[in-house]
């Protein structure tokens, strides 16, 4: 994403507000301008956050756990690549 044409679009109220889990920079600097903006939200990295994917989250990692077990392979590949060495 482009922050210089963000922070402009939302200077200017071409869009009225956002809201980032992810910046280009991380931690972001003092001086980055989103950071200056009313109508900006900046989230550390829980957007996602809620009881129901906590709970959705669990089950998907349970379910690899029982996937591998029964020898099949994993559905949510983290490491593909380091698995076929």
Known sequence: MDHKALYNAL???KIA???LDV???EPP???EPL???DNVIITPH???YSEA???ELRKKAFGEVVRVLKGRQPKYWVNRKEMSK
């Open 46 to 48: 829980i957007a996602y």
């Open 53 to 55: 994917s906590e709970i």
């Open 35 to 37: 950071l200056t903006l």
């Open 11 to 13: 200077k200017s109220g």
């Open 29 to 31: 600097k003092a001086d």
């Open 23 to 25: 910046l280009e920079e």
């Open 17 to 19: 507000g956002v809201g």
